[in-house]
């Protein structure tokens, strides 16, 4: 990313005043035109987590897609909330109750994606996450998922062992086998010798006998 905002000047803009609060000692950067991403997942996690620090959940409001080849070049990222004036069972425009704070991204060429249109101020209050206190979903997701690839590497492992110990009884087994015969063909030629040790003796005293 290339462009980074003074946290002084950003919490002076800020809606209602609510961020000044948020993390009094730490910086939170906040989206601006022309802020570039290496990617649209890089992008949309930014501003993720810029909005749960400030205080709002978000939603896709738009995409465009190329007419050469169907992916994805521009992404509209908003907030979810409504409007504080909204009368619940009342019916409204609900163009007028949606909250306008949103985000433009476009891909301007491979490997770049660059905010276009960034609207910071929203018609509802804003909730402040207890992050300190407790892990988001994000990090419990992060932490399933770095669990589930540990499991993964530990399954692969175990399999490479298995095989392993698999063509070693296997080899073992062919080793017996062949030493099996080995000592068979022994034991014959002993039986064969015996047998002709006998022969010869017999001849021998039938010679004598004569």
């Known amino acids: 990313m290339q462009t980074t905002v003074d946290e002084g000047q950003e919490r002076g803009e800020t809606s209602r005043g609510v961020e000044s609060s948020l993390f009094e000692n730490e910086t939170i950067e906040e989206p601006c035109e022309g802020m570039e991403f290496e990617s649209e997942g890089t992008a949309k996690a930014f501003y993720d987590k810029y909005a749960r620090r400030i205080g709002f959940l978000t939603r896709v409001l738009s995409s465009r897609k190329s007419e050469r080849d169907r992916s994805i070049i521009s992404r509209g ?21 949606a909250c306008s704070a949103m985000i433009l ?16 101020d929203h018609n509802h209050s804003l909730v402040i996450s207890q992050q300190k206190s407790r892990p988001s979903l ?6 399933i998922q770095e669990l589930m690839a540990e499991l ?18 296997k080899d073992v087994e062919e080793h017996n086998e062949r030493l099996s015969v080995k000592v068979q063909v022994a034991v014959d030629n002993l039986k064969e010798l015996e047998t002709k040790r006998k022969e010869l003796l017999q001849i021998k005293k039938a010679e004598h006998v004569e």
């Open 138 to 143: 994000d990090d419990k997701d992060k932490k």
């Open 105 to 120: 991204l476009k891909r301007e060429k491979p490997g770049k994606w660059v905010v276009r249109k960034f609207v910071r």
């Open 77 to 97: 990222i908003g907030c979810r909330g409504r409007s504080d004036n909204h009368i619940q069972g009342q019916k409204r425009d609900k163009r007028q109750e």
């Open 152 to 169: 993964r590497v530990k399954k692969r492992l175990s399999a490479a062992y298995r095989e392993q110990l698999n063509t070693f009884i």
